[in-house]
């Protein structure tokens, strides 16, 4: 016992706090939560979209974080070369239409090793508008064809701020490219941001999107 108590102790901090040397998977077999062990981001629900119009988030933007990832995985159009989109709404969804200044960039390559460039992208930017705001474009429907990425929207409960976000996404364009997008801009509001819809610009898709707060 001697021995176990004092290498316990040599892994204990002076404000007897656990060192990480401490922790294995050996010893910590019947625990199911550890306080203070994650990095600061939480899970907080996902949606699903099965040949589904649009998915909207209606609650989880509060206060509580100051600010929200979601996180894409295969969202894949059912129309061929429709747009992966989204847009902000300050009356938990009766409404999408924040005003938004916004700006984008895209890096390309297609499989032939053919076609390869880095443009902006004036075609997606938006300059006060109310409109949807793309994520990926011209994405292709063949079966094994999707987009990924992730959004991070900052502080949406100020009433003091605008609403700042940036977007990164990659995804196989309809013509057999590999395109990363670029986007990163603001809703042009100093009310609450308290929801937001994804949906393509044509047609339905099918995908899950997570959403994480961070402290």
Not at 44 to 58: D, G, L, P, R, V
Request: glycine fraction near 8%.
């Amino acid at each position: 016992m001697g021995a176990i108590a004092r290498a316990a102790a040599n892994n204990i901090t002076t404000s007897g706090v656990f060192t990480s040397s401490a922790i294995a998977n050996s010893s910590v077999t019947g625990i199911t939560t550890l306080a203070n062990a994650s990095d600061g981001i939480t899970f907080i629900s996902s949606q699903t979209a099965s040949n589904s119009a649009s998915i909207s988030f209606t609650s989880g933007l509060t206060s509580t974080y100051k600010a929200y990832k979601f996180v894409f995985i295969d969202c894949h159009p059912r129309t061929n070369a429709a747009n992966f989109q989204f847009n902000l709404s300050t009356d938990s969804g009766s409404n999408y239409n924040v005003t938004k200044t916004t700006t984008a960039f895209r890096p390309y390559h297609n499989e032939g090793d053919s076609g390869a460039s880095i443009d902006y992208d004036s075609s997606f930017d938006l300059a006060q508008s109310t409109g949807d705001q793309v994520i990926f474009e011209n994405a292709g429907s063949d079966a094994d064809q999707a987009g990924v990425g992730t959004l991070l929207l900052f502080n949406p409960s100020s009433t003091t701020y605008v609403k700042h976000f940036i977007v990164n996404t990659n995804f196989s364009h309809n013509n057999d490219h590999t395109f990363e997008y670029f986007i990163a801009g603001y809703g042009n509001t100093t009310s609450a941001v308290n929801a937001i819809r994804f949906q393509m610009s044509s047609g339905n898709f099918d995908g899950k999107i997570y959403l994480y707060g961070i402290k």
